[in-house]
C-alpha cells in the first residue's frame, strides 16, 4: 500500500522559506515521476515542481529561482524547498506520485499523471 505523508506546511511572512517533506512508503520515488501541486481556496489544482527518475526537474513559472525540488532517496523522502515567499503562495500543497518514470514536459502538470497522492500540508504566507 503506498502511502504519502506531507510535513512541514506552517504559517510565515513574506520573504520567509519552508521546506516541506513528503515521506513516502509502499514506492521507491527514486523510480518515478513524483510532484508537487497546491491548491489556494476557490482555485484549480495547480502543479508546483516536478522531478524524473534521473533527477530532471521542471518547476512552474511562479516560483522558478525561489522553490526547488528535490529528493532523498535513502530516505525515500521527497522535498519542496521555499524561499521568498509570497501571500500568493498559500495553499494546501500535495506531493504525488505517478505510475510512470519520466515527468512529460507537456503533461508534468496535469493532476490525471498522478496515481498516489498525499493528504497535504497548508502553507500560510502573511504580507
Known amino acids: 500500500q503506498v502511502q504519502l505523508v506531507e510535513s512541514g506546511g506552517g504559517s510565515v511572512q513574506a520573504g520567509g522559506s519552508l521546506r516541506l517533506s513528503c515521506a513516502a512508503s509502499g514506492i521507491a520515488i527514486s523510480r518515478y515521476c513524483m510532484a508537487w501541486f497546491r491548491q489556494a481556496p476557490g482555485k484549480e489544482r495547480e502543479g508546483v515542481a516536478s522531478i524524473s527518475r534521473d533527477g530532471g526537474t521542471q518547476h512552474v513559472d511562479s516560483v522558478k529561482g525561489r522553490f526547488t525540488i528535490s529528493r532523498d532517496n535513502a530516505k525515500n523522502t521527497l522535498y519542496l524547498q521555499m524561499g521568498s515567499l509570497k501571500p500568493e503562495d498559500t495553499a494546501m500543497y500535495y506531493c504525488?506520485?505517478?505510475?510512470?518514470?519520466?515527468?512529460?514536459?507537456?503533461?508534468?502538470?496535469?493532476?490525471?499523471?498522478?496515481?498516489?497522492w498525499g493528504q497535504g500540508t497548508q502553507v500560510t504566507v502573511s504580507s
Open positions: 504525488a506520485a505517478s505510475t510512470r518514470a519520466y515527468c512529460s514536459g507537456g503533461y508534468w502538470s496535469h493532476q490525471a499523471e498522478y496515481y498516489h
